[in-house]
């Protein structure tokens, strides 16, 4: 079930929903054993599908995360030598808008919804309150404003607290770069599949 973040009574558009469940769609299809765990390849298709479907400028972000467990925990994947190592690590990625007035920019997170599944193979706790599938509003109405020494639990389920650093920033261009062929086609196959309805 795809319920984006909704704050008050302003929820997400159609249009929203229906990036968001191509993208998951399709990322299952190709990856079915790994799709809720390629935090990258929702964030290059996503900007590329919102783009292309919503105008604007739309770009994939790598860097730092942390969630709120809701059980009075911070789940962290804050490990920015993961874009240096072979093996990965715990680090995230994200969708941004880019906007002419910074004040406006948007953040989507379409794999908020895996956060749960992130708990659990940690073995971490997680409260049962639900957990919107995707996220996607103002950056500022959904990441804490806080350094990362100071983020304390609590501040919600429904929001994300993400920083871009360098090592994201350069990981995430070379790996556009060498897997452009196959986001053209991973593109293309999400456009079909969104303007079929």
């Not at 990258?40 to 994939?60: C, I, M, Q, T």
């Not at 956060?115 to 919107?132: G, H, I, Q, V």
């Not at 996607?136 to 100071?150: A, I, Q, S």
């Amino acid at each position: 079930m795809y319920m984006g973040y909704i704050r008050g009574n302003v929820g997400h558009s159609d249009i929203q929903h229906r990036i968001a469940r191509v993208v998951a769609d399709v990322l299952r299809e190709q990856y079915p054993e790994h799709h809720d765990s390629l935090c990258h390849a929702s964030a290059v298709l996503g900007a590329n599908l919102a783009a292309l479907r919503l105008g604007g400028e739309y770009r994939p972000v790598a860097g730092l995360a942390v969630i709120d467990s809701g059980a009075g925990r911070l789940l962290f994947m804050t490990d920015n030598e993961a874009f240096r190592s072979r093996i990965g690590g715990a680090y995230h990625c994200w969708i941004e808008s880019v906007p002419q007035d910074p004040d406006e920019r948007v953040l989507i997170d379409l794999m908020f919804g895996s956060n749960a599944a992130f708990a659990r193979k940690n073995r971490l706790p997680w409260s049962d309150e639900p957990t919107p599938a995707f996220v996607w509003g103002r950056f500022h109405d959904l990441v804490p404003d806080v350094d990362l020494e100071d983020l304390r639990p609590g501040f919600g389920k429904h929001r994300i607290w993400v920083r871009e650093t360098e090592a994201g920033r350069n990981w995430m261009a070379r790996h556009c770069e060498a897997h452009q062929n196959g986001y053209v086609e991973l593109t293309a196959r999400a456009l079909r599949r969104f303007d079929a309805g």
